[in-house]
């Protein structure tokens, strides 16, 4: 928001409200990811460049000029989903209209590619299907998975991190079988799932 705007980031970076930028706890930074708005299916894809968010049952905060292409600057919050990009694939997303900003430059990749293709190249997969201050609410999460009794999952996880139980499943040895037990969760529970490289510890 407005009250952030020009001050520096966890990165060292100015935060600029109309750039496409977000804060995550725990993805490297700064790395790219795909936000998609649930409700109205809007994409975009931000670069994140700090740390955040601290409030309850959020996942990631996002700049205004985010926020507003996935029509969420009016509601202030909404649910949405978070897919770590491979960088692989970046320059190929940059060609897509209304995606990424003229802000975001090809130096600005060169980081995020190296640490990206190190932690992808070395790292199983994980779910993160919700984060809760209430422990009481993941509880309730972990029962709910376990009634749908998923074939072929790997193991459901509560962990306590960064001030937040974290629901996980995992770890998944590729990303079309991380995609595959998300989506079917999805269909069943509403709820904001992203797919990560980092288990909570």
């Not at 670069?47 to 601290?54: E, V």
């Not at 989903?81 to 975001?104: G, M, S, W």
Request: proline share 5%; charged share 30%; net charge positive.
């Amino acid at each position: 928001g407005k009250r952030y705007h020009g001050k520096k980031t966890s990165i060292g970076e100015y935060y600029d409200m109309y750039s496409m930028t977000g804060a995550h706890t725990t993805l490297p930074i700064p790395c790219y990811v795909r936000v998609t708005n649930t409700e109205n299916g809007k994409s975009v894809i931000v670069r994140i460049n700090d740390r955040g968010p601290f409030k309850k049952d959020r996942i990631i905060d996002l700049s205004f000029a985010a926020a507003y292409k996935l029509r969420l600057s009016d509601k202030g919050s909404g649910p949405v989903e978070v897919e770590l990009i491979d960088p692989r694939q970046f320059n190929a997303l940059k060609k897509t209209p209304d995606v990424v900003t003229e802000k975001i430059k090809e130096k600005d990749v060169v980081p995020a590619k190296e640490k990206i293709d190190e932690i992808l190249a070395n790292e199983p997969l994980y779910i993160q299907a919700g984060a809760f201050k209430n422990e009481k609410n993941a509880d309730f999460l972990l029962k709910q998975l376990s009634d749908m009794k998923l074939e072929n999952t790997p193991p459901f996880k509560k962990q306590f991190s960064e001030d937040l139980f974290h629901v996980v499943i995992g770890p998944f040895n590729n990303k079309d079988e991380a995609n595959k037990i998300a989506d079917l969760i999805k269909s069943k529970i509403k709820i904001s799932i992203f797919i990560t490289t980092k288990e909570k510890n």
